[in-house]
């Protein structure tokens, strides 16, 4: 007997065919189709730069070793209009030998942090791998900074993929 094939992105857990899911599911979904498709767009959908033609944002340290700033808003509302992925962290510059640590958040939601080094040796400009949940279109994107001795700052940019 065949079963009726769920709507898009259905949620129901009735049989397998909800779990196997639809032909059309999203993204967005939970079905092994959903997943599918993640994958899919996460492979093959554009990589792109924020902020792009244009330098990084300038993400400022508190003065005290190992706290974190304020939050420097690295992406504005709407400014990246479809649900995203952020892959890695451009750093471009580092005012002072020492080791950081950058905090990444959606609004005020914490999504990840990454840890980079200056010193006499490297002169602070690397992209530094970033994994995280898939963000919603529109979401402002925000960071914090800390380093080993406080009083130091970064120059960022993000490197991500869009999710069509």
Known sequence: MRSAVPAADSADNLGIAD???????????????????????HVHTQSLTHPTLADGELVESDGVAWTLGA???????????????????SVEALTANDVYELWLYAVEVFIGR?????????????????????????????????????GSDARISLFYHVYA
């Open 71 to 89: 939050f420097k808003e690295i992406a504005a509302v709407n400014a990246i209009a479809t649900d995203f992925g952020i892959h890695w962290v």
């Open 114 to 150: 990454v840890r980079f080094t200056k010193n006499a040796n490297l002169d602070a400009t690397m992209n530094v791998p970033f994994q995280c949940a898939i963000i919603a279109a529109n979401t402002q994107i925000q960071a914090k900074l800390a380093s080993g001795t406080g």
């Open 19 to 41: 779990v196997v899911g639809n032909k059309d599911d999203t993204h967005a979904g939970t079905s092994l189709m959903s997943h599918a498709e993640s994958i899919d767009e």
